[in-house]
């Protein structure tokens, strides 16, 4: 059985505890946790409700969003990224989710460099704390939350960076089309900190519109098992956003995806 969790995402408009209660009901073992959720809910009190119920924590989202192209602005968008490092450390998240932000009229590369410069201002603070980032490159449509677009380009930067607290999120629902996929899944699955899985039904025009597992085209048995080969340890967050998932309900949602997980045959 695949080491997975259920992103809070999924059941967006339910509270922190009522998600926690519900995943422990449906017998899922970890959560990927809304740092949104988390705060509105009472951080002390969210992670005692986190303690009793004997929920691990796979990821914490979000965190990020620089204005690459306006340094100015780069001192309290640190200063707000390492407090967030510190509540997922508190929560012993497996990884924080990072997002780069947007690059305005920069270039790609006048991007990276400052997104480099920043890394080297957080990574410092994500090794005190013992807590790694794991980058995720965002849907092409979503410039506004990075620059980084595809997994291949997510890998280069981690190459080069080359710290174990700077890893790569694996957005299926963006990848799973990409060009050397399964290459980069079977050299590169060491800088890869987080596969979150979703599915999509050819045809859709608009993101984020997902699937339950396995109601779409992505070949997930696939992908997952390219994982697993690859010797990845890491967790499969199921994050299901979308008109789709609102209209079916959280339940239903949930339950026709953990169905699909049981009855994979990976590994």
């Keep these: 059985m695949l080491k997975y969790s259920m992103d809070q995402a999924t059941t967006l408009s339910w509270p922190f505890d009522r998600d926690i209660r519900y995943y422990v009901e449906q017998g899922i073992p970890a959560v990927g946790i809304q740092r949104r959720k988390l705060e509105?809910?009472?951080v002390d009190k969210g992670i005692r409700l986190?303690?009793?119920a004997?929920?691990?924590?796979s990821c914490m989202l979000s965190t990020g969003f620089f204005s690459l192209d306006d340094d100015a602005q780069w001192p309290g968008q640190i200063e707000e990224a390492k407090r967030a490092i510190a509540l997922a450390a508190r929560v012993e998240a497996d990884c924080l989710v990072l997002l780069s932000g947007g690059c305005g009229a920069l270039s790609y590369e006048e991007a990276e460099s400052r997104f480099l410069d920043i890394l080297g201002r957080l990574l410092p603070e994500a090794e005190r704390m013992g807590q790694r980032l794991a980058l995720e490159p965002n849907n092409c449509l979503r410039v506004d939350l990075?620059?980084?677009h595809t997994l291949n380009d997510a890998l280069d930067l981690a190459d080069l960076v080359d710290s174990p607290y700077f890893t790569v999120c694996f957005e299926t629902n963006n990848a799973w089309i990409e060009r050397r996929l399964y290459e980069n899944i079977r050299r590169r699955a060491g800088r890869i900190g987080l596969v979150q899985i979703?599915?999509?039904r050819a045809g859709t025009t608009c993101t984020p519109s997902r699937a339950p597992l396995g109601d779409g085209i992505i070949p997930l048995e696939r992908i997952l098992n390219a994982f697993e080969e690859a010797g990845y340890d890491g967790y499969y967050d199921v994050e299901l956003v979308g008109p789709e998932i609102d209209e079916i309900g959280y339940e239903q949602a949930v339950a026709r995806s953990l169905e699909f997980l049981r009855r994979l045959s990976v590994g």
């Design 40 to 42: 509105e809910y009472g």
């Design 50 to 52: 986190l303690r009793d």
């Design 54 to 57: 004997g929920m691990d924590v």
């Design 146 to 148: 990075g620059y980084i």
């Design 198 to 200: 979703n599915d999509f």
